[in-house]
């Protein structure tokens, strides 16, 4: 069974782009989350989708944002990119069902640097 | 607001030992609790994840307790390796609107032969 699938793995961008970042979960899970990690904030919460809907989204401007397709796979976008967006972007999938959470899995990580 | 805290932040032992890794949380209505290993450079592994009714979890040389009410839970790896040097991270699952996991600052390990 194939695990999270992040692409691309490593990219390089300057002030002021923005970037995409595509997530495929593991089959059959419908719940996709993103975490941001830095070494300063360490991991934190970025937004969570759950049948092509945003269901939370945690302290981050308006320039992050995200979207679900019907085949569970998400992408998040980040505009107008800053040098502190600079982090390593993870990606977890997970069994959900109405308010019943499973464990959640990650991918490997898609490592942003922003010059 | 939830915290999570580990303690140590560093921990270099050698093969063979036994050992324990920390975590605290501040508020005790969680939902779940989630270790996992991350490698250099690499994503998350699950190690165990234990539900907010359950008081331990066991994979292998590995034991994950909780206890809610003091805000703690640690992870006891047995018989130390090399292999199993890398960062651990604790994670508290939270679900209100939706389900989210706060995480600790993570415990380095270093297994040393």
């Known amino acids: 069974k194939a695990g999270v699938t992040q692409t691309p793995r490593y990219l390089i961008k300057t002030r002021g782009q923005q970037v995409t970042l595509s997530c495929s979960p593991i089959?059959?899970?419908?719940?996709v989350s993103w975490y941001q990690q830095t070494p300063g904030q360490g991991l934190q919460f970025l937004f969570e989708y759950f049948s092509e809907t945003q269901r939370n989204k945690g302290n981050f401007p308006g320039r992050f944002s995200g979207r679900q397709f019907s085949n569970s796979r998400s992408e998040m976008n980040v505009s107008t990119l800053e040098l502190g967006d600079s982090a390593l972007y993870l990606c977890?999938?997970?069994?959900?069902?109405?308010?019943?959470?499973?464990?959640?899995?990650f991918g490997e990580g898609s490592r942003l640097t922003v010059l | 607001k939830q915290e999570v805290t580990q303690i140590p932040a560093a921990l270099s032992v050698p093969e063979g030992e036994n050992l324990v890794l920390n975590c605290s949380f501040t508020d005790s209505a969680i939902y779940n609790l989630q270790w996992f290993r991350q490698d250099p450079g690499k994503g998350l592994t699950s190690l165990l994840l234990i539900q907010s009714s359950q008081r331990e979890q066991t994979s292998g040389r590995l034991n994950a307790s909780l206890d809610k009410s003091s805000g703690r839970s640690t992870l006891y790896i047995a018989a130390s390796q090399p292999g199993d040097s890398a960062t651990y991270l604790c994670a508290v699952g939270e679900m209100d609107s939706s389900y989210k996991l706060i995480f600790g600052s993570g415990t380095r390990l270093l297994v040393r032969p």
């Open positions: 977890a999938s997970s069994f959900r069902q109405g308010a019943i959470t499973g464990e959640l899995f």
């Open positions: 089959s059959g899970h419908r719940s």
